[in-house]
């Protein structure tokens, strides 16, 4: 059956490979962005996948972006792709309190911002489909990173208490936690610092963004209807939760 799915931060990287991977299993996505227009409008001109701008960590921009979506759309939203994040590296003794903020808001706060505004939507309907993209460090920590931890192993809990909620009325929510993926924000890692990256890989290898579109198609299917409350880690054996 074809959905209708949001995908946010869904023109680049792993957002840009779960678009199309929902695409080709027959839903009409579309994909929001925040800041690179020129990428934006390349994506859509070359997958024909429309695209929305919004920024996910302002209650108001979302809850108005995913009204144009669904405009677009044609049809109410059944599938939400909570993708967008940032980071802003730094040791936590130099660590400022923007720098804590910027990333919460967009990486936490967006939960709340992306998702509220269609839950009522997908409850009378009685069907629906949460997928929030955590990651390896959201599980482990990482030096250098605990606003970004602490943020994504947020959006851990915000999926575990919204699946108990939602269960009864055919929603699920799940959570993807991926490790280190082949995409250009990995690749601009200096050579030697990747190396040891993939050292440390049991798979000996990084993940491809279309593996995780792989993994969020079945989360959204009508068979994983009775998997819900899960983090699934797709990290090549590098941490095992």
Known sequence: MTRT??????TRGIGAAISLAL??????????????E???????????????KFDVGD????AAGLAEAEQAAGAPIDIVINNAGITRDTMFHKMSAEQWREVMRVNLDSM???TR????????????????????????GQMGQVNYSAAKAGVIGFTKALAQETARKGIT????????????MVAAVPEKVLESIIAGIPA?????????GALVVYLCSEEAGFMTGSTLTINGGQYMA
Request: charged share 20%; glycine share 14%; with cysteine.
């Open 204 to 212: 000996g290898r990084l993940g491809e963004a279309r593996e995780i």
């Open 173 to 184: 929510v799940n959570c993807v936690a991926p490790g280190y993926i082949n995409t250009d």
């Open 112 to 114: 709340f911002n992306v």
């Open 59 to 62: 209650a108001d921009a979302s």
């Open 38 to 52: 020129a990428a934006a409008r390349a994506f859509a001109e070359e997958t024909g996948i429309k695209v929305v």
């Open 23 to 36: 695409k080709s299993a027959g839903h009409t996505v579309v994909a929001n962005y925040a800041g690179n």
């Open 5 to 10: 799915a949001i995908v946010t931060g869904g």
């Open 117 to 140: 505004p269609v839950i009522d939507g997908m409850r009378e309907r009685g069907w629906g489909r949460i997928v929030n993209i955590s990651s390896i460090n959201g599980q482990k």
